[in-house]
């Protein structure tokens, strides 16, 4: 059975920092592009930050350029949070892209965790 599960999110202060993990299991992902999404309530579901397995090449969405960086390691995946901003505040998804695309829409990615929260407020 496939799952991806994340873990490391909580609720911080702007200009803080949080670390989420996502750990892959019921098959290997060492081909696949994996990514994070977020959603916040009433918006949809929009890009956070995609790594490819070729070229192990990554980008992110504008709004957390500088700010936060993915990172990937076997079958864990990491998105490292800085200078956190209330904007950030959202349910964060890893997802899992078999065609190791890496694109940007949702429906390009094949399995999906149950997602993990983050607030940013003071």
């Known amino acids: 059975q496939v799952q991806l599960v994340e873990s490391g999110g909580g609720s911080v202060q702007p200009g803080g920092s949080l670390r989420l993990s996502c750990a892959a299991s019921g098959r290997s992902f060492e081909y696949y592009a994996m990514a994070w999404f977020r959603q916040a309530p009433g918006k949809e579901r929009e890009l956070v930050a995609t790594?490819?397995?070729?070229?192990?090449i990554s980008r992110y969405a504008d709004s957390v350029t500088g700010r936060f960086t993915i990172s990937r390691d076997k079958n864990m995946l990491y998105l490292q949070m800085n200078n956190l901003k209330p904007e950030d505040t959202a349910v964060y998804y890893c997802?899992?892209?078999?065609?190791?695309?890496?694109?940007?829409?949702?429906?390009?990615?094949?399995?999906w965790g149950q997602g993990t929260q983050v607030t940013v407020s003071s």
């Open positions: 790594i490819r397995w070729h070229g192990d």
């Open positions: 997802a899992a892209d078999s065609l190791d695309t890496g694109g940007s829409q949702p429906y390009e990615y094949d399995y």
